[in-house]
């Protein structure tokens, strides 16, 4: 009881150790993660100013994003659109606000009549634009979707961020000149010449086995060109795609499966307890079913087609073949396929022709005040045809009267229609047959989905043979026995790397290893496409070096990828910056290998020094430093003009190689009485380039924070 006692008597002392060592341990936790710490909310994307981007506001926009950019542009895109966007917007808003400029109503309704001046929504009778029918538009979005509501508010707020910063370019612009002395420095650059002799000592002439560079002066090299050697943060990584495709087998079961279908077969019919004869490709008379039955992806297609439109390796073959025959099993592209031979008959390629249409009510683009009933279309045709038949001019009078579609104006004139070209699926067969299947000048009327046409036939060229084909088409694609095994090779290799060397387990296999370099918001891998889950695993905090991945969801396979490096942002790492930094470092050791080898005050001494020859260079001015036999040599050439006529240089470190120069004559440049068409030819120089660089230099001194990789997947 004693002990009891004591221990209630020191209950309030246990609490606040326990609660201490607690509090302990999350603070411990915490500053382990830093970013837990000090890292923004998840739900902001960036930063840019102080003025922080919600990941909402964010996701809505690339949302919207997406549809204006269609399909094919990928997330990543979309995404560098929105943020450069909001950037570029948060960046040149702060300079807006600062001198206090504004959109006024006034200016907001120029900017969207200037918009939208032409669109048929906001014009009256006469074709001009209505302010009463914009305030119509936005009262009923206003009422009937917040949504579209929104989009709009959105749409004029970038109309009036656009006319802000067009207007805040053009003050600058308006102050960016240049002076009548700029216009003479620029006359001096390129008028004032000089003609030179001179010796090359190139840096190839020294190989760079010769030239021992280190770590430590790739390192040193870095350091002093730090600003060249900036990168973001990035990682290395290494992959092996075990890529799901058909095995031979696959296919050869593919073929036998198509050969499978060109005979009769004798099926045994359950219902009648019989055998019935069931006919193969050959002999079928329902070709469009059968076909339609037993092609994957692929369906029948009731068009005549010409032999350039088949592929080249076939062509010739399968027009060999009698109608009724077969070719096939042949392989084209991804698929196994077997052609057969319906009909040929001689076609035009282009007919051009005329119509008069008439629709009733249950037609396609049939308008909403269209009323009148099949029976009721078909003798207003029949009496329109006796008229029109055999006269072209009361035929264009009447199409042009009562034509709702856009040959309305235009005598009923369709054009010219392709058969190479025109697409069955939209195109009515019915039209499409009455042009291809009649002479020129036929005229009849013709019932398709868009109505009753009188359809006349004006013109025909380019005859020649066509066929009409059947296909069936199977994809060639692994089977499951085959996709079972891809599945235990990479089981395999997954075990093996546990234990052994990634590069050397996939070598032994023969397996190709892909090495691969992303940044942290890269999505595209090549080989793989889209693959933003394994940048993301490579840029996870606790993905270390040497850790290892299987990825199941790749289309068309599995990768296995293992991390090899990291690189933070920052200077580049001395391996990656070694690309450009060993050339750079070499150039100058030659360099210095040169001229510490030489001692010579005269071309014809160094010339003989070097086994060098002494060569010359005319009309070299300061705006275009380009040497004759020696390229773009600014030092080089600077050095000349500094010269006095007959004097030799001293050695010069050019691009290509060491230099030594000897002005041979100057000419100065004409004395002008104006320099203002050279001034106004800077001051254009300076407008053309004047935006960008603002910007830039205003982006770059603008603090920006992207969350992107870490909070939008």
């Known amino acids: 009881m004693a002990i009891l006692n004591k221990i209630r008597q020191k209950t309030v002392v246990l609490i606040l150790v326990i609660a201490l060592a607690l509090f302990a341990f999350i603070l411990s936790s915490l500053f382990d993660n830093k970013d837990a710490l000090f890292s923004k909310s998840p739900d902001v994307v960036a930063t840019i100013n102080g003025q922080d981007i919600s990941r909402e506001e964010f996701s809505n926009l690339v949302e919207f994003q997406q549809r204006q950019m269609g399909p094919n542009a990928t997330t990543s895109q979309v995404m560098n659109s929105v943020f450069e966007t909001k950037v570029r917007e948060a960046v040149m808003n702060g300079q807006i606000e600062k001198l206090g400029m ?162 009769d077969k004798e099926v045994y019919n359950e219902a009648t307890k019989a055998t019935d004869n069931k006919l193969g490709f050959v002999n079928t008379k329902d070709v469009e079913g059968f076909v339609n039955s037993n092609s994957d992806d692929l369906k029948f297609v009731d068009k005549y087609q010409y032999k350039s439109s088949l592929p080249a390796t076939i062509a010739d073959t399968i027009f060999n073949l009698e109608a009724g025959k077969t070719y096939g099993p042949y392989k084209d592209g991804n698929y196994y396929k077997v052609t057969k031979v319906l009909d040929y008959k001689k076609l035009a390629d282009s007919i051009e022709s005329s119509h008069i249409v008439i629709p009733f009510v249950g037609t396609t683009r ?46 009923g004139s369709i054009g010219w229609t392709r058969l190479t070209t025109y697409n069955p699926a939209s195109f009515d067969p019915d039209f499409a047959n009455f042009l291809f299947f009649n002479e020129t000048g036929s005229i009849d009327v013709v019932l398709t989905k868009f109505g009753y046409h009188i359809i006349r036939v004006d013109d025909k060229k380019n005859v020649e043979t066509a066929a009409k084909l059947a296909t069936i088409a199977r994809k060639i694609e692994p089977s499951s026995k085959t996709e079972d095994k891809i599945f235990a090779d990479a089981s395999n290799f997954e075990l093996a790397i546990a234990k052994g060397n990634f590069a050397e387990v996939a070598k032994n296999a023969n397996y190709e290893v892909r090495p691969m370099t992303a940044n942290e918001l890269d999505e595209s891998i090549p080989g793989l496409g889209n693959q933003r889950q394994i940048v993301r695993w490579a840029f996870e905090d606790a993905t270390s070096v040497g850790d290892y991945k299987r990825f199941d969801n790749v289309p068309g396979g599995i990768v296995i990828a293992q991390l090899t490096g990291k690189q933070e942002k920052g200077l580049m790492s001395v391996e990656d910056a070694s690309v450009t930094a060993l050339p750079a470092i070499r150039k100058e050791k030659k360099a210095k290998m040169i001229m510490d080898r030489v001692n010579a005050s005269t071309l014809a001494d160094f010339a003989a020094a070097e086994n060098q020859t002494v060569k010359s260079s005319s009309a070299i001015n300061m705006k275009n430093p380009t040497i004759a036999g020696a390229g773009k040599e600014p030092m080089v050439v600077g050095t000349a003009f500094g010269l006095k006529e007959g004097v030799a240089s001293k050695l010069i470190k050019g691009n290509t190689g060491v230099f030594m120069v000897q002005v041979t004559k100057k000419t100065p440049a004409v004395e002008l009485e104006n320099y203002l068409p050279f001034a106004n030819q800077v001051s254009a120089q300076k407008l053309s380039a004047v935006q960008t660089r603002l910007y830039s230099a205003l982006k770059e001194s603008a603090e920006i924070e992207d969350f992107r990789a870490k909070t939008v997947q």
């Open 366 to 411: 049939a308008a909403a005040d269209v009323t009148r009933t099949k029976e009721e279309a078909k003798a207003m045709i029949d009496s329109i045809f006796p008229l029109v038949k055999n006269d072209k001019t009361k035929f264009a009078e009447v199409a042009n009267e009562i034509n709702s579609d856009g040959t309305k104006g235009k005598d």
């Open 102 to 263: 504004t959109v006024e109503s006034e200016q907001m309704r120029d900017l969207i009549k200037t918009s939208y001046g032409t669109d048929p929504t906001f014009l009256n009778e006469d074709g001009v634009f209505d302010e009463s029918k914009l305030k119509l538009f936005i009262d009923n979005l206003k009422s009937s979707s917040a949504e579209a509501y929104q989009n709009w508010l959105s749409t004029e707020q970038t109309l009036a961020n656009n006319a802000l910063q067009s207007n805040y370019f053009n003050m600058v612009k308006a102050g960016t000149t240049a002076t009548l002395a700029e216009g003479q420095l620029e006359h001096k650059l390129e008028g004032e010449k000089v003609d030179i002799n001179y010796v090359q000592v190139p840096y190839t002439s020294i190989p760079d086995t010769e030239v021992n560079v280190s770590q430590s002066d790739i390192k040193n090299y870095i350091n002093k060109n730090q600003k060249a050697y900036q990168t973001e943060a990035n990682r290395n990584f290494q992959y092996v795609f075990f890529k799901e495709v058909a095995s031979l087998e696959d296919e050869n079961e593919i073929k036998n499966e198509l050969n499978g279908l060109l005979k």
